[in-house]
T-cell receptor, first 112, second 116 residues
Framework: DADVTQTPRNRITKTGKRIMLECSQT?????MYWYRQDPGLGLRLIYY???????NKGEISDGYSVSRQAQAKFSLSLESAIPNQTALYFC???????????FGEGSWLTVV | AQKVTQAQTEISVVEKEDVTLDCVYE???????LFWYKQPPSGELVFLIR??????QNEISGRYSWNFQKSTSSFNFTITASQVVDSAVYFC?????????????FGSGTQLTVLP
């Protein structure tokens, strides 16, 4: 089983709809991240969280919100999806010791 | 601000050829970490290596090797005797030690195609 699990893996939604991407991890890490990948742009940080009570905006947070429900769970919401939010979304975790970030398998989101 | 540049957008090689993927980075920190990730067609990101700024020793892992040179701010990745299964997008990334986020800054990736 994957250490970092994302659901759904694929979703097609309509413009204006609310969509939530969920992430859970079994690595016991405090730090969790949401990234977005677009062709030719690499990965860009949307939000990050250092613990349940700590939420921070990343590089491209507009149009997104997050919730850290527990140490192991970090969800990303698009309150009103728009087509340019079509992308591959990654959840990631990092422990307090060491700097390697481990990624989930990605969630393909298409907004039509 | 930190920046990672992967100038090679796409590379095609024939199986068994050696190939080097270039990565150049910019940072003002003296302590930082460099990474390579592989993204196969299925989409997941696979961690390959982490190197900290104090360790300039080159590393070899099977057919993979990495050449870290602080003097040129480069962290290049070589695949020896490439195989079709090496076809993927490869990302170089940088994490500074300072800053509250310590998030990774990614390059734009290099699409490697290994032809049979």
């Amino acid at each position: 089983d994957a250490d970092v699990t994302q659901t759904p893996r694929n979703r097609i939604t309509k413009t204006g709809k609310r969509i939530m991407l969920e992430c859970s991890q079994t690595k016991g890490h405090d730090r969790m991240y949401w990234y977005r990948q677009d062709p030719g742009l690499g990965l860009r940080l949307i939000y990050y969280s250092f613990d349940v009570k700590d939420i921070n905006k990343g590089e491209i947070s507009d149009g997104y919100s997050v919730s850290r429900q527990a140490q192991a769970k970090f969800s990303l919401s698009l309150e009103s999806a728009i087509p340019n939010q079509t992308a591959l979304y990654f959840c990631a975790t990092r422990g307090a010791v060491g700097n390697t970030i481990y990624f989930g398998e990605g969630s393909w989101l298409t907004v039509v | 601000a930190q920046k990672v540049t992967q100038a090679q957008t796409e590379i095609s090689v024939v199986e068994k050829e050696d190939v080097t993927l270039d990565c150049v980075y910019e940072t003002r920190d003296t302590t930082y970490y460099l990474f390579w990730y592989k993204q196969p067609p299925s989409g997941e990101l696979v961690f390959l290596i982490r190197r900290n700024s104090f360790d300039e020793q080159n590393e070899i892992s099977g057919r993979y090797s990495w050449n870290f040179q602080k003097s040129t701010s480069s962290f290049n990745f070589t695949i020896t005797a490439s195989q079709v299964v090496d076809s993927a997008v490869y990302f170089c990334a940088l994490s500074e030690s300072s800053g509250s986020a310590r998030q990774l800054t990614f390059g734009s990736g290099t699409q490697l195609t290994v032809l049979p």
